[in-house]
């Protein structure tokens, strides 16, 4: 839950937000579970947020909030709400390893402090021996010691081998639950939490290398929607996500962006090479006639439409964005099906006579 939502629920205006998130739930028809009420309180809370913004869509769309797409929008956009259990879970384990290889490390430890003093009587007493049986006691107390130190050390090393594997599966489940963090679970596609990221960082100031931003919207998905149902929207959102991913391959970053809408990073690609892949993923996307899964009925052609915008030198993530979207929305007054790229540059300002 951010700090926002928790100082809201911790002040003198706590008890009148729960009644205006009730009061928005029972609106929606949404039941008051737990997960349900922590979403609709960032809702209410912030409203200019992603997470709103992907609510008030599906509500737009008349897309039933059930349990199913409540995870979903958990997971994209409450990570950390989400998660704890799991990072908790992980935390235990490494915690009761590190105090088992503590524990060897100082049994270790007094073993090796306990063979120097044993060394050093034993220094001791050959200095002061007079006679050939205290040697031989000598040595065989030596030999004792040693076999002793030797065995400990046989130990701690097995328990720093066994901690060491422990430790690289912890490392790689910790790994697996920051890409479940970062992933849309319907499409496989990046989320939108790792787009914002993933885009701020290639976006630095101090970055010029090239850049472009395509955003994508599946055409009239509403429509299609209101016909055959959210389930088979869903394929349809998978399908298109399918189609993306082929085209996109490692080098392009490709994420859900929300609801039907899709982006894709191209780094170090001109306006040229970015247009010719769009225009694969509209064709390829246009070129197959669907079927329903559940009766096989035909589904007809889908389309997409897309705008992309190239960086300008110095630009921010949120204005390269801005423009993207505005060339997409090009894109559809133009009919659909096509794509739109931004103006290079800013236009020249008119001259005044």
Aim: one cysteine or more; charged letters at 30%; aromatic letters at 6%.
């Amino acid at each position: 839950m951010s700090k926002q939502v928790e100082t809201a629920l911790r002040g003198p205006q706590a008890y009148a937000l729960a009644r205006n998130v009730i009061a928005e739930m029972e609106k929606a028809g949404v039941w008051p579970t737990p997960l349900n009420f922590e979403l609709w309180l960032h809702y209410v809370s912030d409203p200019d947020g992603a997470l709103a913004r992907e609510i008030r869509l599906l509500l737009e769309q008349s897309v039933a909030i059930s349990d199913k797409t409540a995870e979903m929008l958990a997971a994209e956009f409450l990570p950390r709400g989400r998660l704890p259990d799991q990072i908790r879970d992980v935390g235990a384990v490494l915690d009761r390893e590190l105090a088992s290889v503590a524990n060897a490390i100082a049994m270790a430890h007094k073993t090796q402090a306990d063979y120097g003093e044993t060394l050093a009587d034993a220094s001791h007493t050959m200095e002061n021996a007079e006679d050939a049986s205290a040697l031989k006691s000598l040595v065989g107390g030596l030999s004792t010691a040693t076999k002793r130190v030797r065995r400990e050390t046989a130990i701690l090393e097995k328990r720093l081998e066994k901690s060491n594997k422990e430790v690289i599966r912890l490392r790689e489940n910790l790994e697996q639950v920051r890409r479940d963090a970062m992933t849309d679970a319907l499409t496989n596609l990046a989320n939108r939490k790792a787009f914002d990221e993933r885009l701020e960082a290639a976006c630095a100031p101090d970055d010029a290398s090239p850049l472009a931003l395509a955003i994508l919207d599946i055409d009239h998905f509403k429509r299609f929607n209101d016909t055959w149902g959210h389930q088979t929207g869903d394929q349809v959102l998978r399908y298109v996500s399918t189609v993306l991913s082929n085209i996109c391959g490692k080098h392009r970053f490709a994420a859900r962006f929300g609801g039907e809408e899709f982006a894709i990073i191209f780094p170090g690609e001109s306006a040229g090479v970015v247009m010719a892949a769009l225009e694969s993923i509209r064709s390829d996307v246009a070129s197959r006639a669907l079927r329903r899964r559940s009766t096989n009925d035909d589904l007809g052609s889908v389309t997409v439409s897309a705008g992309f915008a190239q960086r300008r030198k110095g630009e921010t993530a949120a204005s390269l964005l801005e423009r993207a979207d505005a060339a997409l929305y090009d894109s559809k007054r133009k009919g659909r099906n096509c794509i739109t790229a931004a103006p290079a540059a800013d236009p020249a300002p008119r001259q005044v006579a």
